[in-house]
């Protein structure tokens, strides 16, 4: 079965410090991947995405994700954390009929 | 910056009344999505549409209904609502636009709580 996994329900860094957020998924064909950040009472915004071609993509807010299909993975990074970058984020896979699987959501907290 | 609009933001209704949430976007996209969020929880896909007088339910039953009468415009009733429908409403869309294909923007959302 197709699923997004977000093994981090909640992580807490400082402000400055560097930025890991995991996702892993199970799909049976080669995956659409995405990363969307939502701020409290808010929508979602697309942060980046992958379809194919460089496994290292680049987003905004100087966010990137790495796909590594060796792992099932595509987790997201920023070397250094702003205060404005405390939000929710998620990741999704595409399954092909234009219906997206999201993850539980990782929340992240961020420390002045 | 995708333009895809929801009305109400909040709405704080009685059980029973009917309520209509808009949801409009401007980019042309073909395809258009509702989901619902309860908070801290997963996005759940309750409708969607590939066009015009297209629409299907999603993964998560749901005791709203939509249409889809103009490309731009999808709205989702709720005939009587009850507590139970208290939750976040997002709408998004996708469409085929400058190489980038099946990428969902989203609204900002509605907020409603039925007491």
């Known amino acids: 079965a197709q699923s997004v996994t977000q093994p981090d329900i909640h992580i807490t860094v400082s402000e400055g410090a560097s930025l890991e957020l995991r996702c892993n998924y199970s799909y049976g064909a080669t995956p659409y991947l995405f990363w969307y950040v939502q701020s409290p009472g808010q929508g979602l915004q697309l942060l980046l995405k992958?379809?194919?071609?460089?496994?290292l993509v680049q987003g905004i807010k100087g966010f990137e994700a790495e796909f590594k299909r060796s792992q099932s993975s595509f987790n997201l990074r920023k070397p250094s954390v702003h205060w404005s970058d405390a939000a929710e984020y998620f990741c999704?896979?595409?399954?092909?009929?234009?219906?997206?699987?999201f993850g539980t959501g990782t929340r992240l907290k961020v420390l002045a | 910056e995708a333009d895809i609009y929801q009305t109400p933001r909040y709405l704080v209704i009685g059980t029973g009344k009917k309520i209509t949430l808009e949801c409009s976007q401007t980019?042309?996209?073909?395809?258009m999505y509702w989901y619902q969020q309860d908070p801290g929880m997963e996005l759940h896909l309750i409708h969607y549409?590939?066009?015009?007088?297209?629409?299907e339910k999603g993964d998560l039953s749901s005791e709203s209904t939509v249409s889809r009468i103009r490309t731009e415009h999808f709205p989702l009733t709720l005939e009587s609502a009850r507590p139970s429908h208290t939750s976040q409403y997002l709408c998004?869309?996708?469409?085929?636009?400058?190489?980038?294909?099946?990428?969902?923007?989203f609204g900002p959302g509605t907020r409603l709580t039925v007491l």
């Open positions: 549409s590939y066009g015009v007088n297209s629409t």
């Open positions: 999704a896979v595409g399954s092909g009929t234009y219906k997206y699987i």
């Open positions: 998004a869309s996708s469409g085929t636009s400058g190489g980038s294909t099946d990428t969902q923007y």
């Open positions: 980019m042309g996209h073909d395809k």
């Open positions: 992958y379809f194919s071609g460089d496994t």
